[in-house]
Nanobody, 121 residues
Framework: VQLQAYGGGLVQAGGSLRLSCAASGRTFSSYAMAWFRQAPGKEREFVAAISWSGGSTYYAESVKGRFTISRDNAKNTVYLQMNSLKPEDTAVYYC???????????????WGQGTLVTVSS
């Protein structure tokens, strides 16, 4: 599967953004999906994950209550709604896919190219 993430940009602290990740192919519902992020000078970290049908979701503690992951299997797309953004949310955000439900484990088989989110204070 090929993944294309988009929707990043510059936003002020307290603002919102919605990231999207479009997947190629006709078997999108076979993949569990996730978002990770990597800030400058830091290692990639888990943000959120969602099961194949969307019935189960997982979040990093740092984004719980502010971010929401969802998916539309008819559109082959996974979303990350980000509210109450903070400067520390600044990072390149990557979507990832795997047949297994890995939740926060960084061993997803497929990765998108990333989209930059910058939150100004």
């Amino acid at each position: 599967v090929q993944l294309q993430a988009y929707g990043g940009g510059l936003v002020q602290a307290g603002g919102s953004l919605r990231l999207s990740c479009a997947a190629s192919g006709r078997t999108f519902s076979s993949y569990a999906m996730a978002w990770f992020r990597q800030a400058p000078g830091k290692e990639r970290e888990f943000v959120a994950a969602i099961s194949w049908s969307g019935g189960s979701t997982y979040y990093a503690e740092s984004v719980k209550g502010r971010f929401t992951i969802s998916r539309d299997n008819a559109k082959n797309t996974v979303y990350l709604q980000m509210n109450s953004l903070k400067p520390e949310d600044t990072a390149v955000y990557y979507c990832a896919a795997d047949y297994k439900l890995l939740a926060g484990k960084p061993t997803y088989h497929y990765w998108g190219q990333g989209t930059l989110v910058t939150v100004s204070s």
